[in-house]
Every structure is written in C-alpha cells, then in structure tokens.
C-alpha cells in the first residue's frame, strides 16, 4: 500500500504554525483541557438498532507509526490532528478512541462536541518491545475518564499462551474492567489469541483463535455488565459473533487488500447480530488516494440504522 497526502480538498490548513496555539494552551494554563472536556456536550446517549462510528488514534502511543509501507506515516502530529477534525467533521461519525494526548488536543480544538469518547487505557506494550505482551496499562485510568466525561475505556488484550508476561496482562485488565464498571463506564475490550515469531508479535485472526480470545476476554473481571467487545474481522464471523452476546464494534487495523475489498468485508460483518458498529483508524485516517472525507463518507454508509437519536 503507498499512501498519497492528504487530500487538498480534505486539509484543514497547510500552515505549520496552525497548532501552534495548542503549545500556548499547554504552557500557560494547562487547566483549560478539564475545562474544555467540562463545556463538551455530549453524545445523545447510545440506542439498539443504531450501529456507531468511532474513529480510532491511539496507535502512535504504542509506537505504532506505520501504515502500509510508510513506516512513519502517523509520526506528524499536524497531519493526524487535520485528518481527525475531517473525520470527526461528518455528523455520521459518532466519536472518537484515543490516547490522553491526542484527546486532550481533540478537547482544546473542540472537536468532541456531541460525540462519544473512549480513551486507551493500556499502551505500554510497545510494538516490537521485548516484554510486548506485559501490556501495562500506561495511559487513561477510570478515574481519569470519569472525570473527562468519557464515555469508557478501550484495553487491548493480547493472550499469549507461551509467554508468562500474558497473565499480568490479564489481571490487570480484569481490574480496569471492574474500575470502569464501579463508575458505569464502558469496558471495551480488544482481544487476540497472539504468538511471538521471529521477535515479532504476530496475532492468530483465524475463526477458532479470534473465538478463543473472545471465550477468555469476556470473562475478565467480577461483572461483564459494562464490557464490549472490539474484534477483528475475519474469515467466518458468524461463528465468531456467536460466540459472545456482548455489544461488539469491528475492528480495522493496518489495512491489507484495496478498500473495496475491505469494506466489502466491513460491510458483511455489520449485518451480523450483535455488531453495534465500528471503531476504525488508519484505514480511514490513511486512505492510498489521501481523501479522508471519501473513505469516512463510504465506510459511513455500511452502517445500519434503525433507530434515530433525538438530536440534543
């Protein structure tokens, strides 16, 4: 995959100085993120029958810069930040998932308003680090995103049955879960069975692994109550949807096939029972023709709506 700019009709600004107010904030009254996450509206509340669109940036918090073969393609923050507000710009997109920074320059900017907010709780098991699967959870707290108004908190859960590091993982999202359910916030958990080769953490997305690391996931902590699962699509997800009756958004990852073919796939796993939407980034945030507002637009249109939310 070779990524092309982002899109001249898609741009915010080309000004390198355009954030730079953000600095300012940050520096001289570092308050104003709580009082901006105070002011927000919020997001009219979730309906069966309305599937939801979150968009997702949390992956540079972990290292993970790349998308396709540029290595470094999430590295400029100016970049993600433009392709965010295009993103977060169409009413069809619910919210967004992100790490403390990027939420904290996404509440400055004002770009929350009306939307649902998750923040990633666990970044800590850096891509390529050698303890990856000790996946500590280094970014948003419940207590945190209580106090930011959030709606939950994402934890990715990484089970590796040939590393010992997996069992503390494990725990500790088990206490995230209950943290957040103490304060009735979602617990939107993203498991996969994964293996190391090579030095490389590899995740299994065959039916019976993505199965297995959904029969483990939704038994973490003392009540199940609050917690959603974030899974990925693959090969015969009507098995893998039976496997859970919790609320589920798809997954996209680092995208892998023409974005016919992926939303294609999107497309036939949002029919499933149980799927409530998707929770999307660098397939949508990176698309190879650089039009953002093209890919939101079209992976927008794959949703299923039943039920209207009242507008505030």
């Known amino acids: 995959m070779t990524l092309t700019p982002l899109a001249s009709n898609n741009a915010v600004d080309d000004d390198p100085r355009r954030y730079e107010h953000l600095s300012t904030i940050r520096l001289e009254d570092p308050d104003a993120v709580a009082r901006a996450a105070q002011s ?42 433009d392709r965010l507000q295009v993103a977060l710009a169409n009413p069809a997109v619910d919210g967004v998932l992100a790490s403390p920074d990027i939420m904290d320059d996404l509440l400055l900017l004002g770009a929350l308003d009306g939307k649902l907010v998750f923040g990633s709780m666990n970044r800590g098991g850096l891509s390529g680090l050698v303890n990856e699967f000790d996946d500590r959870f280094t970014g948003h707290t419940a207590a945190a995103l209580e106090a930011l108004g959030a709606d939950g908190g994402k934890m990715l859960t990484r089970i590796c049955l040939g590393d010992p590091d997996t069992v503390v993982t494990l725990e500790a999202a088990a206490k995230a879960i209950d943290s957040l359910a103490e304060r009735k916030l979602i617990a939107m958990v993203e498991p996969f069975l994964s293996v190391r080769e090579n030095g490389r953490v590899r995740n299994d997305l065959s039916p019976n692994a993505v199965i297995k690391s959904v029969a483990i996931a939704e038994g973490l902590g003392s009540t199940s109550a609050y917690t959603w699962m974030k899974l990925p699509v693959v090969a015969e997800m ?17 995208p892998d096939g023409s974005q016919d073919e992926v939303f294609a796939t999107w497309g036939a796993a949002l029919a499933l029972p149980g799927v409530q939407g998707l929770t999307v980034g660098r397939t949508l945030l990176y698309p190879s023709d650089g039009d953002v507002a093209g890919a939101v637009a079209a992976a927008a249109s794959l949703l299923h709506h039943t039920t209207e939310i009242p507008e505030n």
């Not at 009507?238 to 680092?254: C, S």
Request: no cysteine; glycine share 10%.
């Open 40 to 81: 927000r509206r919020r997001h009219p509340g979730l309906k069966s029958g309305r599937q939801n669109f979150i968009v997702a940036a949390d992956h540079p918090a972990r290292g993970a810069l790349a998308v396709g073969n540029d290595p470094v393609a999430m590295a400029d923050r100016r970049q993600l930040l």
């Open 238 to 254: 009507e098995r893998v949807m039976a496997a859970t009756t919790m609320p589920t958004v798809l997954l996209g990852g680092d």
